[in-house]
């Protein structure tokens, strides 16, 4: 693993581990902090890059070759 990438997952991980914390001893506001944070840090560590906006518009104008943009 890269040393960027091994940054990334122990971000992640801490991250992850006191969303779990704030979720598990606070109350109100701070349990849905908890559970925002938490499902961000799922989604963006199991979402694909291919998916990702920019990835797929090129994928497109590669595939099409259009010759004008639709508006």
């Known amino acids: ?26 109350s109100g506001p ?6 925002s944070l938490t499902l961000g840090l799922l989604t963006h560590l199991f979402h694909p890059p291919p ?8 994928t497109w104008v590669r595939w099409r070759r259009p010759t004008e943009l639709p508006i």
């Not at 040393?3 to 606070?26: E, H, K, P």
């Not at 998916?51 to 090129?58: V, Y």
């Open 51 to 58: 998916s990702s906006p920019a990835l797929l518009l090129a």
């Open 1 to 26: 693993m890269s040393g960027a990438l091994t940054a990334v997952i122990d971000s992640n991980l801490t991250a992850l581990i006191a969303g779990v914390l704030l979720f598990g001893f606070g």
């Open 30 to 35: 701070i349990r849905g902090f908890a559970t």
